[in-house]
């Protein structure tokens, strides 16, 4: 999206703050109305994008008021049947913070597209409908949120104009949605009344009655994506460096383009990556997994220059104090970490299975985790999450589970992996499994 063609577009700070929030909630709750409205009201709308969702609106509706959802729903299929089908991410910023937003689907079928769009977000917007209450979706895209690692989670009580803004009906559903969160241990919810259609509550505050007032406590849905702390989510406490790449100019040209007749790249080796989780600083002691050789960090560098430390999500190059063998796959840690413990060659999992082919124990399938891909064999499928009660049940008939399933499995792997549970790290306790035949991703998964 660029700034400079439209008085829709806001100014975009490169260096803002970045937040990923991801929607949920049944067919029908205005999930798409409301990311259209936050787009609209916020100003990140190009001229000529509002000008087609006008165009659509009177073809889809007659004329009237403008139909927001049509920012998000962009396939033909979307717009033709009036829901969401896949994920749809819109990127904007209010200036001092910057968000991507996960449009996903409200209907059970694409339950499977509701983990995707979730699976990296800091934040959850669960919109209820003011006039039905805490429904099934309610309670299984929040149990969905919990399992993802969310913490926090925010539920947006909309369509409260036709309601007349009632409060008592307000407080009934803000009552039940805590109750909720709390019986699935979500530290950080919030309860907002909204009116996505009319904008109310939303960006501006507009008519909103006395007794949600104008305060700290008391804030649009925006102000409170502008000010929720995620910082603290992050582990800054268990050094995790997987390394994606050994930067090592050599031969006459080198991998990088850069010629290794070049003296001060002679011997230059550095190790290129992701931090996913503590923190490094040139000195530290750490281990490489899974060899479980020791040293030091020498150096870390970036485009800009060194740094005297790197932090999650932050992308870097580290340089060691040792000339050790350090390959792609491998994964800096502490020096203090139970190196056994963290290489692990079976271990259980939460999965959310995504292909039309069921899955069966004894499979063979591809494990991509962080920077490595190994072979994974299912040792067995332990149990199936209900999605109408939300209780582990026994695998389907044939012992396995089947398109949109989530339950537990255990797997065995060939090469260890060096892995976190979930809840410890999002990014070293996460993997996805591929189909060897076919190159399609079929499951997203969470070590427990």
Known sequence: MTTATTPHAGPVAATADLLRVATAG???????????????????????????VQEASVRRHGAGAVDLSLLTDGLRAEREQGITIDVAYRYFTTGDRSFILADTPGHVQYTRNMVTGASTADLVIVLVDARQGVIEQTRRHTFIASLLGIRHVTFAVNKMDLVDWDEERFRAIEAETTRIAAQLGIPDIHVIPISALEGTNVVDRGDVPGWYPEDADHPTLLRHLQTVQVASDRNLTDVRFPVQWVIRPGGAVGRDGVRAADADLHDYRGYAGQVAGGVLRPGDEVQVLPSGVRTRIARIETFDGDLDEATAPMSVTVHLQDDVDVSRGDVLVGAGDDAAALCRREFEADVCWMSDRPLRPGQRLLLKHTTTT???????????????????????????????????????????????????DRTTGAFILVDEGTNDTVAGGMIR
Do not use: C, F, M, W
């Open 374 to 424: 190994t072979v994974a064999k299912v040792d067995a499928v332990l149990d199936r999450l209900d999605l109408h009660t939300l209780d582990r049940v026994a695998p389907d008939a044939a012992g396995g589970l089947e398109l949109n399933d989530i339950g537990r499995i255990r797997l065995r792997v060939k090469r260890p992996l060096v892995a976190d549970p979930y809840d410890v």
């Open 26 to 52: 049944s067919v029908d709750d205005g999930k798409s109305t409301l990311i259209g409205r936050l787009l609209y009201d916020s100003k990140q709308v190009l001229v000529d994008q509002l000008e087609q």
